[in-house]
């Protein structure tokens, strides 16, 4: 985790199988698919993205995830997420 004064930059090692329960957040988040598959559901809408895909997460919308293979993600949370720090 890197955490500047309007952000926070994460990287994350995922397994496979691994999920995220449906949830929101005050943050907007943009998440890069690095390497790997992430089925990503939101606003009720899936879909599989993979290696160079990037989402972006309005502020209090729905999501989660689960990864279909191994998954390196990085997300960038504005402002910054405080329970990371």
């Not at 995922?14 to 907007?28: I, L, Q, T």
Request: charged share 20%.
């Amino acid at each position: 985790m890197f955490h500047g004064s309007q952000l926070t930059w994460a990287f994350w090692e995922v397994d496979e199988g691994a999920s995220v329960p449906e949830h929101k957040h005050h943050h907007e988040q943009i998440m890069h698919i690095v390497s790997g598959e992430f089925e990503f559901t939101l606003d009720g809408k899936t879909k599989v993205y993979s290696s160079g895909d990037i989402v972006c997460v309005p502020s209090n919308h729905l999501h989660s995830g689960r990864a279909v293979t191994p998954c390196l993600l990085m997300d960038v949370f504005s402002p910054v997420r405080k329970e990371y720090q």
